[in-house]
T-cell receptor, first 113, second 114 residues
Framework: GDSVTQMEGPVTLSEEAFLTINCTYT??????LFWYVQYPGEGLQLLLK?????DKGSNKGFEATYRKETTSFHLEKGSVQVSDSAVYFC????????????FGTGTRLLVSP | GAVVSQHPSRVICKSGTSVKIECRSL??????MFWYRQFPKKSLMLMAT?????????EQGVEKDKFLINHASLTLSTLTVTSAHPEDSSFYIC??????????FGDGTRLSIL
């Protein structure tokens, strides 16, 4: 079945450092890809998405490019802030039409001042 | 943006009681709602998918008699944890999607069974 693999955390960075969180996927068909962010004690918020190969999703300084050849959707940000500390989930949606999401295990990001 | 409201945000109750969690889509028609369970420091586990007016489709290993899901309208789905026990303690999250709407998540419900 479909699956998503994320790098294990926590990822610990200093403020203004460059961030990369790796995500690769296995899927049949042509899934859409997503990054969600979860702040402590809260639900998930959609951070960005890409629906087809070579699409780049971007939001709040974060970006990720849908790479079909490497089946990857790595999350990047040029300069992280303390407020970016959260858990980041990579996900894909299958092609059933009901948008069922398959999540990676999540990567905790800790940014220190 | 689209908003999904989940209530209550936190509930503590005694073992053996039943607990109902509500999930409402506030500004769009949610033809499909999803219920997830999240264990500490783990990813989200999909429990069931419900389409408005239909019976929910449960994922393998999820007891449908234990976790009752109702999706009677396009704006409301409920999850009832029946005869809850300490092992049911968890963080439960709902999400809703509709036509031209990706999944939007509620803020979750922390359930603690004593």
């Amino acid at each position: 079945g479909d699956s998503v693999t994320q790098m294990e955390g926590p990822v610990t960075l200093s403020e203004e450092a460059f961030l990369t969180i790796n995500c690769t996927y296995t899927a049949t068909g042509y899934p859409s890809l997503f990054w969600y962010v979860q702040y402590p004690g809260e639900g998930l918020q959609l951070l960005l998405k890409a629906t087809k190969a070579d699409d780049k999703g971007s939001n709040k300084g974060f970006e990720a490019t849908y790479r079909k050849e490497t089946t990857s959707f790595h999350l990047e940000k040029g300069s992280v802030q303390v407020s970016d500390s959260a858990v980041y989930f990579c996900a894909l949606s299958d092609s059933t039409g009901f948008q069922k999401l398959v999540f990676g295990t999540g990567t905790r990001l800790l940014v220190s001042p | 943006g689209a908003v999904v409201s989940q209530h209550p945000s936190r509930v503590i109750c005694k073992s053996g009681t039943s607990v109902k969690i509500e999930c409402r889509s506030l500004d769009f028609q949610a033809t499909t709602m999803f219920w997830y369970r999240q264990f500490p420091k783990k990813s989200l586990m999909l429990m069931a998918t419900s389409n408005e007016g239909s019976k929910a489709t449960y994922e393998q290993g999820v007891e449908k008699d234990k976790f009752l899901i109702n999706h009677a309208s396009l704006t409301l789905s409920t999850l009832t944890v029946t005869s809850a026990h300490p092992e049911d303690s968890s963080f439960y999250i709902c999400s809703a999607s509709g036509q031209n709407q990706p999944q939007h998540f509620g803020d979750g419900t922390r359930l603690s069974i004593l």
